[in-house]
Antibody, heavy 123, light 110 residues
């Protein structure tokens, strides 16, 4: 059974960089059928896709966050990571990692999700 | 502001049917697969429908999905109190090269 687990600091100061890692178990991150991505949800609000990465390193980013986001992959550790720079209070959210099936370069859905981790931006 | 529009809430009595609409454009719903997600309070979202109308293993057939043109619909029949949750539509937007979610619809069982 595929499992995804987020890890990283739960508190980040404004203007600093938020860093999270997702560890994938029960399956290979190097599968040709999937992208791997980050999705966030501010308290009481809806879901926002942040970006996704293929095992080769190819990425898609949300245009509204693109200037501040970097997603990377480490196939040797079966992990992928998120860095969000220059964070503000509005970046406070539950951050989920997820697997996204792909077809012809298009992401179809998010079929497996991590449990999520709350990251609070506060001084 | 999401590119996918939906009703903020729907409600019905136990045993009844509800439908949730998700409206988009040719750059998203019209030419890409639609998925639906259920988020129970305090939990991670769960995939309910993928490829417009397919159910993952373990999802009861009370849940159904359909797509017509630039709109998609989630149907829930035989409504149960355990179905009270937020439901999100999602799809790829080819113009944005981004995955987009609708803003979520809260289902209340009266």
């Amino acid at each position: 059974q595929l499992q995804l687990q987020e890890s990283g600091p739960g508190l980040v100061k404004p203007s600093e960089t938020l860093s999270l890692t997702c560890t994938v178990s029960g399956g290979s991150i190097s599968s040709s059928s999937y992208y791997w991505g980050w999705i966030r949800q501010p308290p009481g609000k809806g879901l926002e896709w942040i970006g996704s990465i293929y095992y080769s390193g190819s990425t898609y980013y949300n245009p509204s966050l693109k200037s501040r986001v970097t997603i990377s992959v480490d196939t040797s550790k079966n992990q992928f990571s998120l860095k969000l720079s220059s964070v503000i209070v509005a970046d406070t959210a539950v951050y989920y990692c997820a697997r996204l099936p792909r077809v012809f370069g298009v992401l179809k859905s998010s079929d497996y999700w991590g449990q999520g981790t709350l990251v609070t931006v506060s001084s | 502001q999401s590119v996918l529009t939906r009703p903020p809430s729907v409600s019905a009595a136990p045993g009844q049917k509800v439908t949730i609409s998700c409206s988009g454009s040719s750059s998203n719903i019209g030419n890409n697969y639609v998925s639906w997600y259920q988020q129970l309070p305090g939990t991670a979202p769960k995939l309910l429908i993928y490829d417009n109308n397919k159910r993952p293993s373990g999802i009861p057939d009370r849940f159904s999905g359909s797509k017509s043109g630039t709109s998609a619909t989630l149907g829930i029949t035989g409504l149960q109190t355990g179905d009270e949750a937020d439901y999100y539509c999602g799809t790829w937007d080819s113009s944005l090269s981004a995955y987009v979610f609708g803003a979520g619809t809260k289902v209340t069982v009266l």
